[in-house]
């Protein structure tokens, strides 16, 4: 399922920081972000869709700034896509559900099950906790 909202109405839904990250492909700065230090348990989901992305479990201190995972809570729950923009070559990462930008996918985190570090802007994200969660 594919939700499409419109542009106003995504603006009335989102903060300006979150619709400048997740439909404009913004960056939040390192160490801002009120995701990267939480420690709870449960479920990270895409703030305009609510498909869930990420769960806590697979969640670890990167050092890098942002929250960092290193698997996401299903198969299929994001897509991947070559960005080479900034003069860089990235894996983007956007919600496979609504499209919505995330973070960035690099392979350097050789200390986790997976090798892989999804990069995640907080601001691409909303905490559910378990106990919020009708099945966990």
């Known amino acids: 399922m594919t939700m499409q909202l419109t542009d106003e109405e995504l603006r009335k839904k989102l903060t300006p920081e979150e619709y400048h990250i997740l439909r404009e492909k913004g960056t939040e700065a390192p160490y801002t972000g009120k995701l990267l ?3 709870e348990k449960g479920s990270y989901v895409c703030p305009v869709c609510g ?11 990167s050092g890098s700034g942002w929250p ?3 698997d996401v809570a299903s198969t299929g729950a994001v897509k991947l ?3 080479n923009s900034l003069g860089m070559r990235r894996i983007e990462v956007t919600c ?13 985190a050789p200390g986790q099950p997976t090798g892989q570090r999804f ?6 994200l909303k905490f559910m906790p378990s106990d919020k969660n009708a099945d966990e």
């Open 37 to 39: 230090d939480n420690k």
């Open 51 to 61: 498909a869930e992305l990420f769960k806590s479990d697979h969640k670890f201190d």
């Open 68 to 70: 960092s995972f290193y």
């Open 81 to 83: 896509s070559e960005d």
């Open 96 to 108: 496979a559900n609504c499209g919505s930008h995330l973070g960035h996918l690099f392979n350097d």
């Open 119 to 124: 990069c995640i802007n907080s601001a691409s």
